[in-house]
């Protein structure tokens, strides 16, 4: 499984940033999509996932400021992100979880985008 992410950069705190990220490959069908972030110094944590079914999960500290959301086919993740703070800081990763065309299973990552909150 291939995952191609983009959408980082430099923005002021407040801003705005939307991540994308889409995944090729010998897939059947992609269950779970989301998006992961490290800072320096810190561990990976979760920032949010979307199912299949649409159901999703935020980190406390995203909530009511990200949105996930994905493509009908569910090979494309997004996320949108507004009112940044500079803990915002880290690289994002984008994380699939689903079945490849021979039935066995993928958990795959994606090289990270660097998002940067900073005036």
């Known amino acids: 499984v291939q995952l191609q992410a983009s959408g980082g950069g430099l923005v002021q705190p407040g801003g705005s940033l939307r991540l994308s990220c889409a995944a090729s490959?010998?897939?059947?069908?992609?269950?779970?999509m989301g998006w992961y972030r490290q800072a320096p110094g810190k561990q990976r944590e979760l920032v949010a996932n979307?199912?299949?079914?649409?159901?999703?999960v935020y980190a406390d500290s995203v909530k009511g400021r990200f949105t996930i959301s994905r493509n009908n086919a569910m090979t494309t993740v997004y996320l949108q992100m507004n009112s940044l703070k500079p803990e915002d800081t880290a690289v994002y990763l984008c994380?699939?979880?689903?079945?490849?065309?021979?039935?066995?299973?993928?958990?795959?990552w994606g090289q990270g985008t660097l998002v940067t909150v900073s005036s």
């Open positions: 994380n699939v979880f689903g079945t490849y065309n021979s039935g066995l299973l993928f958990d795959s």
């Open positions: 490959g010998s897939i059947f069908r992609i269950n779970r």
């Open positions: 979307i199912q299949r079914g649409d159901t999703t």
